[in-house]
């Protein structure tokens, strides 16, 4: 599929093809949740726990004597039917992250991709360096592009890194850390020319010398 390059200020400057069976794909929105799920799971920090009755404290003694009350007997203040007392399987810490196969995480990504693509909310930029970081540049360049829920992807531009972090709903990736939970989240997918590669190396796992040949260039 053929897309405008844009530069800084929204005005074109070049068009460049994006590979269809990464941008062009059918959405499977199956695969897509199978992946989402994934994410979501191993981003949870499982630190919940509850305490057992042998972490409860005190229970030493019996709450009170064997025979002669008409009560239940009982044998310490810890256990579970006690107030205060212990928890019968309760949550402890754990790991709630796995992840689907590798194959499936990719056909996500390209769904992902695609989705964008097919919404026209995919936009290829020459560049977006900056000599220091500044927020104030970041923020006037999604003013000219009309939209500020976006995510951008460049390779290694620390700067615009440090510039993204304090807009509330902008965002900065690496190419290689584009994921599908983050494509999705943002209502546009901004790719800087130097990154369009790299996405489209994580998408198909292909090297980048091996796509400048498929493409007939130099690596």
């Known amino acids: 599929m053929q897309v405008d390059v844009i530069n800084a200020k929204n005005e074109k400057i070049d068009s460049i093809e994006l590979p269809d069976n990464v941008f062009g794909v059918e959405v499977s929105e199956a695969v897509l949740w199978e992946e989402v799920k994934a994410q979501r799971a191993s981003r949870r920090r499982g630190t919940h726990s509850t305490k057992t009755r042998d972490e409860v404290s005190g229970g030493g003694a019996k709450p009170f004597k064997q025979k002669g009350t008409g009560r239940a007997r009982q044998g310490s203040t810890r256990a579970p039917n006690q107030v205060g007392g212990g928890v019968v399987f309760g949550p402890h810490p754990r790991d709630y992250g796995y992840r689907i196969p590798r194959s499936a995480r990719r056909a996500a990504l390209r769904s992902a991709l695609s989705l964008r693509a097919r919404d026209k909310a995919v936009f290829v930029v020459d560049e977006l360096s900056l000599e220091v970081p500044k927020t104030q540049e970041i923020?006037?360049?999604?003013?000219?592009?009309?939209?500020n829920n976006v995510l951008l992807v460049d390779e290694n531009n620390d700067?615009?890194?440090?510039s993204t972090r304090n807009l509330k709903?902008?965002?900065?990736?690496h190419a290689d850390g584009v994921n599908v939970l983050d494509v999705l989240k943002h209502e546009v997918l901004v790719l800087t020319k130097a990154a369009v590669a790299g996405v489209v190396e994580k998408a198909v796992n292909k090297s980048k010398k091996a796509l400048a040949e498929a493409a007939g260039t130099d690596a």
């Open 139 to 147: 923020a006037g360049f999604l003013e000219k592009l009309g939209h």
């Open 159 to 162: 700067a615009l890194r440090l």
């Open 169 to 173: 709903k902008a965002k900065y990736l």
